[in-house]
């Protein structure tokens, strides 16, 4: 039996990531969300909110909030949707909460670059 040739490479993979710090990330008057959009693509920008439900219970504005600014901004910011889903293990049991954000992504034409 001979042995196949093989082909041995190596490569490296950079990744570069920024890390922002901010209080009331929602709030009109904080631009950091929508600048960072706007660094990303200068066109209108298709979003779809994922949110952890014990996050929304916490912060029972929360989803209010985005709306608002996502209005306010509504120039680079398109809201497609707000779904809310279970965090912790319960998210990790079957696939019925993947499936929902999978369809949500698919339904609204979500990039996902």
Do not use: W
């Not at 904080?30 to 298709?46: A, G, P, Q, W």
């Not at 504005?61 to 293990?89: A, R």
């Amino acid at each position: 039996m001979q042995i196949p040739k093989t082909i041995q490479q190596t490569f490296k993979v950079e990744y570069h990531h920024k890390l922002y710090f901010t209080h009331q990330l929602f709030e009109c008057s904080n631009t950091l969300f929508s600048d960072i959009l706007n660094s990303y693509n200068t066109s209108r920008v298709k979003v779809l909110f994922i949110v952890d439900e014990g996050v929304a219970h916490t912060h029972q504005f929360l989803t209010e909030q985005i709306e608002v600014y996502c209005e306010h901004y509504k120039s680079q910011i398109e809201l497609k949707s707000i779904i809310s889903i279970p965090g912790g293990e319960q998210v990790k049991i079957g696939t019925d909460h993947l499936n929902t954000v999978l369809k949500g992504i698919n339904d609204y034409n979500i990039c996902r670059h």
